[in-house]
């Protein structure tokens, strides 16, 4: 069997054999599932307790007004009823006590006394109620003041949304639908992804090198084998557990969504959907009433409007390309480190411009268009997390060819140079490595 | 018939001289002892043999023809610092070293049962090398060596961390390996096995061979006419008796007998040594002391380094 793809399948197998690697890629899968599955089943069992509010309404104005909403019901006490639950409130059928002062209309304030804490869906339903029949009436009052008959019905048109759709002209002149929301979570997703996978990746090649060095059987194993074999071995051996890894969370996050189809029938899902729907309409019933069924078809026609192709060429592409120059990098400083220590200090200047590219992500997906995202998607170094943040937004081919190009050329030359440390760094044991000597390194002849 | 050569091979690193002219010759199933003090440039010849490194200038040859990456499977390397996967099965690692060399899998596996089982240590196959002591890991990485029955060996220090008894069965080993047509390169300081087992040895020190041929000439060699004296007799007559021709270096009293050992200053011959001798005492018996490989390191290199 060839060299490289036996120390290839040993990587390979050493880390999906792992149980950290088997524990980690079925958890994060059933966590975000569990996480997902929990939220839904507490927006659905919540408030399930059924609530008595007594009420004692000093005002006077509310006296019938108050009906029962959910779960929740209120029945209106008189003053002595009031004084008598507030001293022995456990020991009544109620759950709490809403008074509302005789000078609500001013102070603006009422009072919810009650022995446990109270929901925040509940305190905020009876200040809505409060707030939405003091507003009704103060209007009605304006309005029989103003003597103009149909002014409560032109008010109501007063209420307004604007809603912003942003078109593109592509190049070929063709106007289409594009959110720059969309396009903004997509950019900056893909710009994490990218980084995370590259870091964590790259990590594990320089580990897996320091380990070789520190164990000393990496003499043995460069007498059987070219470095450079070695190297290539390791490096694609590590992507391809990246890559096992995305494939099982795909494979694992399809079938648990077909679970949780099933698991939710179609009554419950439309629950959701009501739930849902009543608590944006609690807070915000401007919102809700745009809210509707073509809202989401319109995200899904933006979403649909993602050049989705070049975006997953350029995420493979960006991707392999990135973890390439990095993974090959760190690996030359696995190589010529001896001690955990001094491989922490030749992390850094390593992975800076990885660091930087993320801490430029938030600039560039607010203007893809900007000189920092130009820049910092044609370096090499940037443009792996850069560019893939400005795609999503549609991007000039000449920028795209130009920064792939450098990336490609970067990249050869940073494994050439890579090979060299690492042939050199193998057999080089208790000297302390600085960046000066690994530069000196590269000088050297074979 | 010579199995490696390597001729007048140059290494510099950076600012220094690590080989300088240096040519060997191997002559095959032969133990060749390659000896030096620490820093004299040994082990980058090894690694140069190996084709770890490449030299600066010279060449290499393996049975006739230049050698390239491709002869690395007929070598078998076991190096001074060596250390095996910490958390890997035993037995899958042989397997996987055994393979980098160039068996299968099937192969692979069949040898080392084999070794493993001659060397008792087949319930070590399913351990961790954690498990093991330092000792027990020189035999895993000794039978990873041998294991795809290389044409060439080559060992830095091999019975560094064993024991007297494992030493002997290591030494047996290799000496049996050189019998079924194996040839050794052999780098240690422990220079009692250089005795036992090397037919011929070179000699670096600081980069340059100093010293190379079979190993009873280079003892030959270093011959200083100093021999050992059994007889009965009055120590104090005997003295008296070589005078000023001979430097007395020992003299031990026992019960029966006594030792003396002199050197020649004079140019005298052994019969001269007799003539003074006889008169005085009884001689049991009379012999030239061949220097030990101790000795012949320790002379060679003071020589070298005076020069």
């Not at chain 1, 456990?90 to 009422?110: D, M």
């Not at chain 1, 990135?322 to 190589?335: E, K, N, P, R």
Request: charged residues 20%.
């Amino acid at each position: 069997m060839n060299k490289t793809l036996l120390i290839l399948k040993q990587e390979y197998l050493k880390r999906v054999k792992k149980k950290s690697f088997i524990i980690l890629t079925l958890l994060v899968p059933f966590l975000m599932a569990g996480m997902f599955a929990l939220i839904i089943f507490l927006s659905l069992n919540n408030d399930k307790e059924e609530r008595t509010i007594a009420v004692y309404d000093e005002s006077t104005l509310f006296l019938g007004e108050f009906g029962n909403e959910g779960y929740t019901k209120y029945q209106f006490v008189p003053k002595e009823e009031f004084q008598e639950l507030k001293g022995n409130l456990k020991g009544s059928e109620f759950y709490a006590l809403l008074y509302i002062p005789e000078n609500i209309y001013s102070a603006n304030t009422a009072q919810l006394i009650s022995e446990k804490q109270v929901p925040i869906e509940l305190s905020e339903q009876i200040e809505r109620k409060l707030s939405q029949f003091i507003e009704n009436d103060k209007r009605r009052k304006v309005v029989a003041e103003s003597g103009i008959p149909d002014l409560e019905e032109q008010l109501s048109h007063t209420k307004t949304r604007i809603q912003l759709n942003t078109l593109k002209i592509s190049d070929s002149g063709e106007a289409t639908k594009s959110s720059s929301v969309v396009a903004f979570i997509a950019s900056y997703a893909m710009g994490f992804i990218i980084y995370f996978f590259v870091f964590m990746y790259g990590a594990m090649v320089m580990r897996s090198v320091m380990e070789e060095k520190k164990s000393r059987i990496i003499e043995v194993i460069i007498s059987s084998v070219k470095p450079s074999q070695l190297m290539a071995g390791k490096i694609i051996g590590t992507a391809l557990v990246g890559l096992t890894q995305v494939a099982i969370w795909i494979v694992l996050g399809v079938v648990s969504l077909l679970v949780v189809q099933n698991f939710f029938t179609p009554e419950s899902a439309q629950q959701i959907g009501q739930s849902l729907m009543e608590t944006q309409s609690q807070m915000n019933p401007a919102m809700a009433q745009a809210a509707d069924q073509n809202k989401i078809m319109e995200v899904m026609e933006m979403i649909g409007n993602l050049n989705i192709p070049l975006i997953l060429f350029c995420f493979v592409f960006y991707f392999l390309a990135g973890y390439l120059l990095y993974s090959s990098l760190l690996g030359a400083v696995g190589a010529a480190v001896d001690s955990d220590e001094d491989s922490q200090q030749m992390v850094l200047p390593v992975t800076f411009p990885l660091i930087l590219s993320i801490m430029l992500l938030f600039p560039i997906a607010r203007n893809p268009e900007g000189p920092v995202a130009f820049w910092a998607s044609i370096i090499p170094f940037t443009s792996p997390v850069a560019m893939l943040a400005r795609v999503p937004y549609g991007i000039p081919t000449w920028e795209l060819l130009l920064s792939m190009f450098l990336l490609i050329i970067t990249t050869i030359g940073a494994i050439a140079a890579a090979a060299k440390i690492y042939r050199i760094g193998l057999l080089m044991y208790g000297k302390k490595v600085n960046i000066k000597e690994l530069i000196k390194w590269l000088r050297y002849k074979n | 018939m010579e199995l490696f050569e390597a001729k007048n091979v140059d290494k510099i690193f950076a600012a220094t001289q690590a080989l300088t002219d240096v040519s060997i010759s191997v002559k095959e199933q032969s133990i060749f002892g390659l000896l030096g003090p620490n820093g004299a440039g040994k082990t980058t010849l090894i690694r140069i043999i190996n084709q770890i490194t490449a030299p600066d200038s010279g060449e290499i040859f393996l049975n006739g023809k230049k050698m390239t990456r491709a002869d690395i499977s007929n070598i078998g390397y076991l190096p001074e610092e060596r250390g095996l996967y910490k958390k890997m099965k035993i037995g899958d690692q042989a397997i996987y070293l055994a393979q980098l060399k160039g068996l299968s899998r099937k192969e692979a596996s069949r040898n080392l049962k084999k070794w493993f089982e001659k060397f008792e240590i087949m319930s070590w196959w399913n351990k961790n090398i954690e498990e093991l002591s330092k000792g027990m890991q020189q035999k895993v990485q000794f039978i990873t060596t041998v294991v795809h029955k290389p044409k060439l060996l080559i060992f830095d220090e091999p019975f560094s961390g064993f024991d007297p008894i494992n030493t002997n069965l290591i030494k047996q080993e290799i000496l049996k390996l050189r019998d079924e047509g194996a040839t050794v390169i052999f780098s240690t300081h422990n220079m009692g096995s250089v005795e036992e087992l090397c037919d011929h040895i070179a000699l670096i020190n600081k980069s340059v061979k100093i010293e190379d041929g079979p190993t009873d000439e280079i003892r030959e060699k270093y011959k200083s006419n100093i021999y050992e004296i059994r007889y009965r007799g009055d120590y104090n007559s005997v003295s008296r008796s070589l005078g000023q021709q001979y430097k007395i270096i020992g003299h031990t009293e026992l019960k029966k007998e006594n030792h003396l050992t002199v050197q020649y200053l004079n140019g005298n011959s052994n019969n001269d040594l007799l003539q003074a001798l006889i008169p005085v005492s009884e001689i049991l018996s009379f012999e030239e002391v061949i220097p030990s490989m101790n000795d012949v390191f320790i002379k060679a290199v003071e020589k070298s380094n005076k020069n």
